[in-house]
């Protein structure tokens, strides 16, 4: 990766690290699911006139952001509410890729590798871990709506997958804004169910600069720039070589909110992290060393071999991601299962 595209990627990482101090920040002065409202109503408006509508069918597209934005967000924004601390929720919301991980294997049928076991089992590990420190110091009810946001987001990812929908350049950026238009309307009804029209009321009435501040940022950086950077990224490059740097996101998570609010987790919680990440980390590494002893063996005729007939199975078990024309030394990746957001938006 040229050295520009691995800059924008770390930017990126910051951007939806840093974007859980900038909830966070927001939710002091405005009720979570109304300050939802607000964020994807400027996600989506202008941008939906101006970015092209996926070829997916509406209600591919409700799916997809019933589940990856309204689902994920509400619980996200609720779990931040409810006093789950904006550096430990960077770390523990990266279980989606574990997530997806198993839902594919039971929706989808695809057949995790011996290494995404491992990450899962280790993930889950982890998982266990940070409950453990956070049932030492609080209470565990945070932590629970937490959990369920990143099974939401693992949903979310395995609807997208079904759909193809990240075929094509700019379609990722495509199905952010206009599956993001579920969002609102919902978002606003339950904020007037739950939080109550005075709430609403009173908080729309007196908008505070850390509220407008933290929705242009949510909306603008995190999601529209970071998103437009990332899936731009992921049309230039194998799949393999961009997500791994989504791990740097709980590191710049964690890092903001220890300046921003002095966050010092439970060192269980730490650990527990740690391991969390690890699992991520193996459940995303290609064996690289293993593909390059297959093609040692490829047979060196005038003709190359005949790849194998795909089978009704294999055919949901990979995507086939090409590198960009004029690249050099990389063959077509083989990505068994990629998560379709690596990062919170």
């Keep these: 990766m040229r050295r520009r595209d691995t800059a924008l990627a770390v930017l990126v990482a910051l951007l939806w690290g840093t974007n859980f101090v900038a909830i966070r920040t927001g939710l002091d002065s405005v009720p979570p699911l109304l300050f939802l409202a607000v964020r994807f109503t400027v996600v989506c408006l202008p941008a939906v006139f101006l970015v092209r509508r996926p070829a997916l069918p509406w209600r591919d597209l409700a799916l997809i952001g019933l589940f990856t934005s309204l689902g994920q967000f509400a619980l996200l924004y609720l779990s931040l509410h409810l006093g789950m601390p904006p550096g430990l929720s960077s770390l523990v919301l990266q279980a989606q890729v574990l997530l997806t991980v198993v839902i594919a294997a039971v929706w989808l049928r695809e057949r995790p590798s011996v290494l995404q076991r491992a990450g899962v089992a280790l993930g889950g590990a982890g998982l266990v871990t940070i409950a453990v420190g956070r049932g030492l110091s609080a209470p565990l009810l945070p932590l629970v709506v937490l959990v369920l946001a990143a099974v939401s987001w693992a949903v979310g990812n395995v609807l997208t997958r079904r759909s193809g929908a990240l075929t094509g350049p700019g379609a990722g950026l495509g199905v952010t804004v206009w599956s993001g238009l579920v969002v609102p309307v919902p978002a606003l009804a339950l904020s007037l169910a739950f939080e109550g029209p005075a709430a609403v009321g009173e908080a729309l009435s007196h908008l505070q600069w850390q509220a407008l501040a933290s929705t242009a940022y949510t909306a603008y950086l995190s999601s529209l720039v970071g998103y437009g950077i990332w899936n731009t990224l ?36 730490l650990a527990g992290g740690l391991v969390l990440l690890v699992g991520v980390a193996v459940a995303v590494t290609r064996r690289r060393a293993q593909a390059g002893a297959v ?20 055919a949901l078990l990979a995507v086939e991601v090409e590198p960009p024309a004029g690249s050099t030394g990389e063959a077509t990746d083989l990505v068994e299962l990629a998560p379709t957001s690596p990062g919170a938006r």
């Design 295 to 314: 093609a040692s063996t490829k047979p060196r005729a005038a003709e190359p071999a005949a790849p194998p007939a795909p089978t009704e199975a294999s």
């Design 234 to 269: 992921l049309g230039r490059y194998p799949v393999a070589k961009v997500t791994p740097f989504a791990m740097l996101v709980p590191v710049f998570g964690m890092a903001a909110a220890a300046v921003a609010f002095d966050e010092r987790p439970h060192p269980l919680e």
